[in-house]
């Protein structure tokens, strides 16, 4: 086979014109190995080819080009907006990269008569109100622990709300005002609805002197238990306010991004503050940063983190990045400005994400360089070489209920989550461990046979011998009966630290001592795969015994059984129902109402 001609840039740049647009970088086998964004294209592509100062990681790229395609656009704008959707769409092997393909979580707010709160992700219905977007799920569920607090809205879902005949626990302890049972008027509920908005919208003064004013009315009113009400709610939003981690006097939304680089590693530390106040933060570690300077990331982050998201009107980063603010401007609809020099509280803001970006950074560096011991140990210790993705297999079934086949992933020095897979297996005898291993493995290992995948560098069979050498005869099956595979055995007296390993051309398995560094990783990964496995057969068997707890009962069908879960909210609102309330739900007679209760209890 003779091998490709060198490629000569010359006529091709030559042709370039002087115009922004998007470059892309092709390998001889039309992968694509780098897309960029350039103000004049003919300068940018050229400069890949007359500088000797070229980093590593760009010079081997380039040693790799094959072709080079150009798109031109009317603006930088447009050009940065095209380069990001590229970059998405083919996952280039020299760009920076941030995965983050989960939706920000929202408070929503409800446009029911009596409003609720709630969590939610996704596009929301216009009838509703959403407030955030919050970094993680634990801001929105913080938010609203204190909105029960504070003003005592409801979070029961729409069915449950409309069938409830008494007030529920939340009431009992002051977090709900029941309006379910008519226990607050319509006029105070939807007061305190309004307070809540006000106060998730940063208007925290507008609150505190609406409750004052209503608490001195009732008090005039010789209405005192209704204003120690007020004064109470007074109270617990003073104790919010003072407690919050970021005190602002502005009421701006903002988001500010703090990024920093350290030993070919990079962090970018994103903080939400909507209305004035901090929502919390999160980390975000990018891949392909070998050699890339600040700015560069963060214009990365920036571009790839806001498509398809709301953009705040102001954003504080701790370098600046060219061209930035009008592309975020264009694709929001409205003027975003970027501050790199921010002063007073705002100063403060960045100083205070640049730290948790140092801190997550040097905490991801510590777990680098530890992960990377044990895999090297694991390595040494099998006698092996070049080990770095391992994939493994557990099995988890209740007396052969529900079973379950978990198959967790770990790559590039830590668990890759977003790999795991799980398989549902029927149509075998329960209990049956073999025949579920095989199944599961069948049904992973054919496709990337097939060679839609990438194959581990070591298989990791929960079990003993039994486990390993079916396995063995599955992969044969398939044509891989040479990948590396261990079988994990947890010993005579089944502790962590006694674990025994099996090859599958050896009788004598492999026994490592219990603080052996290679051992810790192969019980980090087999843990895994048992709580992946575990939580999938606990959720796949709570479904099939929901369904089941009202099959076996006279006279419920499909329809009733699921107005009755529709109504109750779940198999365990229909437990707490009474009779009364049982009878409520279409189609439920009083004799099948006490049929259904006595076989519920």
């Known amino acids: 086979m003779t091998a490709p001609e060198p490629f000569d ?112 992700r996704g596009t929301p219905d216009k009838k509703h109100r959403t407030f955030g977007p919050f970094p993680n799920s634990l801001a929105v569920r913080e938010s609203i622990q204190i909105l029960q607090k504070v003003f005592r809205l409801r979070t029961c879902e729409d069915t449950v709300f409309a069938n409830r005949s008494r007030p529920c626990l939340l009431h009992q302890i002051k977090r709900c005002s029941a309006p379910c049972v008519g226990a607050v008027s319509d006029a105070d509920y939807a007061r305190d609805a309004a307070d809540a908005a006000l106060f998730l919208s940063g208007r925290d003064n507008e609150v505190l002197e609406d409750l004052s004013q209503r608490m001195e009315a009732a008090a005039q009113a010789l209405r005192y238990e209704q204003a120690a009400v007020y004064r109470d709610q007074i109270q617990a939003l003073s104790a919010v306010r003072a407690s919050q981690f970021v005190e602002s006097r502005s009421t701006q939304d903002a988001d500010i991004v703090a990024g920093v680089r350290k030993g070919g590693l990079a962090c970018v530390y994103l903080v939400m503050v909507r209305g004035g106040r901090n929502l919390g933060g999160r980390a975000f570690f990018p891949s392909h ?37 009008d592309w975020l401007s264009d694709h929001a609809g409205h003027r975003v400005n970027i501050v790199s020099q921010p002063r007073e509280e705002r100063r403060i803001w960045l100083e205070m994400a640049l730290k948790n970006a140092e801190l997550a950074l040097s905490t991801r560096e510590g777990l680098r360089e530890n992960q990377a011991a044990r895999l090297a140990a694991l390595n040494e210790a099998l006698g092996w070489e070049g080990i770095a993705r391992i994939e493994c297999f557990d099995v988890s079934h209740t007396m052969g209920e529900a079973t379950v086949v978990s198959c967790v992933v770990f790559d590039q020095g830590s668990m890759q989550s977003s790999e795991y897979r799980r398989y549902n297996v029927s149509g075998i005898t329960p209990g049956d461990d073999y025949a579920a291993m095989r199944d599961a493995l069948l049904r992973r290992y054919g496709k990337l046979a097939a060679g839609e995948g990438k194959l581990p560098d070591l298989l990791l ?141």
Do not use: C, W
């Open 289 to 325: 940063v070998e050699d890339a300077d600040l700015p560069a990331v963060l214009e990365a982050f920036v571009s790839q983190h806001y498509e398809g998201r709301a953009i705040p009107p102001t954003l504080f980063l701790n370098a600046e990045v060219d061209g930035l603010a």
């Open 9 to 120: 840039p010359r006529p091709l740049l030559a042709a370039l014109p002087d115009l922004p647009g998007v470059y892309r970088m092709l390998a001889d086998d039309g992968a694509v190995l780098y897309v960029g964004k350039a103000r004049d294209l003919k300068k940018r592509v050229s400069s890949y080819f007359q500088k000797s100062d070229l980093s590593p990681r760009i010079a081997h790229m380039v040693a790799r080009i094959h072709d080079i395609q150009t798109t031109v656009t009317r603006t930088e704008a447009e050009a940065l907006l095209l380069e990001n959707n590229l970059i998405k769409g083919l996952s280039p092997k020299y760009n920076i990269l941030f995965r983050d393909d989960k939706s920000y979580p929202y408070l929503l707010l409800s446009g029911h008569a009596y409003p609720r709160l709630g969590f939610f």
């Open 461 to 601: 069979i929960d079990g003993g011998k039994g486990q390993l050498h079916m396995a063995l005869d599955v992969l044969s099956e398939l044509g891989l009966g040479n990948l590396p595979m261990l079988g994990v055995a947890k010993g005579a007296a089944r502790k962590p630290g006694m674990e025994q390993l099996f090859f599958p051309d050896e009788a004598e398995p492999l026994k490592l001592r219990p603080d052996h560094p290679g051992l810790h990783l192969i019980q980090q990964v087999r843990d895994e795969a048992h709580r992946f496995a575990i939580t999938g057969h606990r959720a796949r068997r709570g479904k099939t015994r929901t369904q089941s707890s009202l099959e076996g009962i006279s006279g419920i069908g499909a329809k009733r059984r699921q107005k009755l879960l529709q109504t109750f909210g779940g198999l365990r609102g229909v437990v707490d129902a009474g009779v009364e309330e049982l009878v409520r739900v279409e189609g439920i007679s009083h004799d099948l109402a006490e049929r259904i209760y006595r076989e519920l209890h």
